[in-house]
C-alpha cells in the first residue's frame, strides 16, 4: 500500500505573497510521474487541437460537403458518448496507466493510418469517418483514467494545482494553438501532412507515457464486480444518496440546457444583430470565453482549496453566468467580449473545484465511474441544448434567452446549495489541511 503523504506544516495567514502564490500553482511540477503525465497530456491536445481543423479539410479535399462532415463529426461524439461510462468502469478495475498508454496507442494508429492512406493517395471519405471514431472512443476511456491516476500520483493538497494546470493548458493548446499551426500547415501542404504531425506528435506522448510508474498497488484491491452493470449501478447509487454530489449533478444538467444553446447556436445571430458581426467576430468571442477559462483556472490553482468550497464552486456558476444577460442587449463589442470573458473566468475556476472535489471527496474504487457519469452528463447535454435553442428562439426573442439565463442560474445555484446541504457538509468535510487533521482527532475511534 502506497505511503501516506507527510503533512506539510502551514502559515497561518490570510493570504499569500505573489510568490508563494505562484510556486503553489508549479508545485505538482515536482512530482516524476506528474511531470510525465502532464507532458504527454500537453502534446496530446495539442495533437487533439490540430486533428479539429485537420478532420474539416481532409474532408473537402475528399469531395465532401456539409452532409459528409457532420456524419464524420457526429461519429466522433458519439464514440465518446457511447464509452465514456465504459471507460470510467475500466478506470476502476484496470491499472489507469495502461489505460492511458492503450489511449495513445489507439490515437496513433488511426493518425498513422490517415497519414499512409492520405500521402499515397488511397484515403477516402469513410476511413475518415473510423478514423474520428476511433479517437472518440479513445478520448471516452482517457478522460475517467486521467482523473482517477491524479489522486494517485499527487498529495492532495496539490490536487487543486495540478487540475488548475490542466484547465489552463487544454483551452491554450486545444482550441488556440492546434488549429491555428493546423490550419497555417494545411495552408501550406495538405491536410495529410497535417496528419503525419499529429502522428507524430501522438507517438512523442505514447514514448512518454512509457515512463510513467506503475499505480498498482496504491490502494487496497477492489472485488470484481459481478457485471459492467453492477459496476455502473455502484457508481450511480453513490451519485444518488450523496447530495453534494446529486444536487451538484442536477444543477449542472439544467445550467447545460440553459448554457450551451445560447452560446454555441444563438450567440452568432446576437452577433449579427447587434455588432453587424460575422464569422471573425464569433470566434473571436468564443476565443475570449476561453481565456477566460484559461486565466480562471490559473487563477484557483494558485491558492489553496478554500473551506467553503461547495459554496463557493455553485456561486461562481451560479453568478458567473449574470453578465451572459448583456450579449442580448448591448451593441458594444468590448462589452460583449467582457461578458464573456467574465463567463469564463469564472466558470474556470468552478471546474478546477469541481474536479478537485472528485478526486477528493469520492472514494478512490469509485473516482473512475463518478468521473465519466460527469463527463457523460455534460457530452449527452450539449447537443440537447444547442437543438433546443433554435426553436426556443423562434418564438422568443434572443435577448429575452438570455436574460432567463442569467437570471435562472444564481436562483438555482442557492437552490441547489440548500437542498443539496452543502454549507453543513463542507463544515462536516473541510478539506484544508489543518481542519482535516483537527476533524479526524475529534472523531471516536471506529469500534
Not at 508545485?27 to 495533437?47: E, M, V
Not at 494517485?152 to 492546434?178: K, S, Y
Not at 433554435?390 to 442557492?414: F, K
Request: charged content about 10%; aromatic content about 8%; some cysteine.
Amino acid at each position: 500500500m502506497k505511503k501516506p503523504f507527510a503533512q506539510k506544516q502551514r502559515v497561518n495567514t490570510a493570504a499569500q505573497p505573489s510568490g508563494a502564490a505562484r510556486l503553489r500553482a508549479l508545485r505538482p511540477l515536482g512530482q516524476h510521474d506528474f511531470r510525465i503525465l502532464i507532458t504527454a497530456l500537453s502534446i496530446s491536445i495539442f495533437g487533439n487541437g490540430m486533428w479539429a481543423v485537420t478532420m474539416v479539410y481532409q474532408v473537402i479535399a475528399l469531395g465532401g460537403g456539409p452532409a459528409e462532415l457532420s456524419l464524420v463529426a457526429a461519429l466522433a461524439g458519439l464514440g465518446l458518448v457511447s464509452f465514456v461510462l465504459l471507460g470510467g468502469i475500466a478506470a476502476d478495475r484496470l491499472p489507469r496507466r495502461l489505460i492511458l498508454i492503450s489511449v495513445e496507442a489507439v490515437n496513433l494508429l488511426a493518425l498513422a493510418s490517415v497519414t499512409l492512406l492520405a500521402l499515397t493517395g488511397r484515403l477516402q471519405l469513410w476511413q475518415v469517418a473510423a478514423a474520428a471514431g476511433m479517437l472518440g472512443i479513445a478520448s471516452a476511456f482517457f478522460f475517467p483514467a486521467y482523473s482517477a491516476i491524479l489522486p494517485r500520483i499527487l498529495p492532495p493538497e496539490e490536487l487543486l494545482a495540478a487540475n488548475g494546470m490542466e484547465g489552463t493548458i487544454r483551452p491554450v493548446l486545444q482550441q488556440a494553438a492546434g488549429p491555428a499551426v493546423a490550419g497555417m500547415i494545411i495552408a501550406a501542404t495538405s491536410p495529410g501532412h497535417t496528419a503525419a504531425l499529429i502522428a507524430a506528435a501522438h507517438t512523442i506522448a505514447f514514448t512518454i507515457l512509457l515512463r510513467l510508474r506503475s499505480d498498482e498497488g496504491s490502494e487496497p484491491s477492489v472485488p470484481a464486480r459481478a457485471s459492467v452493470w453492477a459496476d455502473l449501478r455502484e457508481g450511480v447509487a453513490y451519485t444518488v444518496r450523496t447530495p453534494w454530489l446529486l444536487w451538484t449533478l442536477l444543477y449542472a444538467i439544467v445550467l447545460l440546457l440553459l448554457l450551451m444553446g445560447p452560446l454555441e447556436v444563438l450567440l452568432p445571430f446576437a452577433i449579427r444583430q447587434q455588432l453587424g458581426g460575422g464569422a471573425q467576430t464569433f470566434g473571436f468571442m468564443l476565443a475570449m470565453f476561453g481565456i477566460g477559462g484559461a486565466a480562471g483556472a490559473l487563477t484557483v490553482s494558485s491558492f489553496r482549496l478554500p473551506r467553503r468550497y461547495l459554496t463557493l464552486m455553485m456561486l461562481l456558476w451560479g453568478f458567473g453566468t449574470v453578465p451572459m444577460g448583456i450579449l442580448g442587449l448591448t451593441n458594444s463589442f468590448w462589452l460583449m467580449a467582457a461578458a464573456l470573458a467574465t463567463c469564463g473566468y469564472t466558470w474556470g475556476m468552478a471546474q478546477v473545484i469541481w474536479g478537485t472535489l472528485l478526486q477528493r471527496r469520492v472514494p478512490p474504487h469509485l473516482l473512475g465511474r463518478v468521473s465519466s457519469l460527469d463527463f457523460f452528463v455534460s457530452l449527452a447535454l450539449m447537443p440537447v441544448s444547442m437543438a433546443l435553442a433554435g426553436p426556443v428562439a423562434e418564438v422568443v426573442p434572443i435577448w429575452l434567452i438570455y436574460v432567463v439565463v442569467a437570471v435562472a442560474s444564481p436562483v438555482l445555484a442557492i437552490a441547489a446549495i440548500l437542498i443539496g446541504r452543502m454549507p453543513q457538509d463542507e463544515i462536516t468535510h473541510p478539506l484544508d489541511t489543518a481542519a482535516e487533521r483537527a476533524t479526524q482527532r475529534a472523531q471516536p475511534p471506529p469500534s
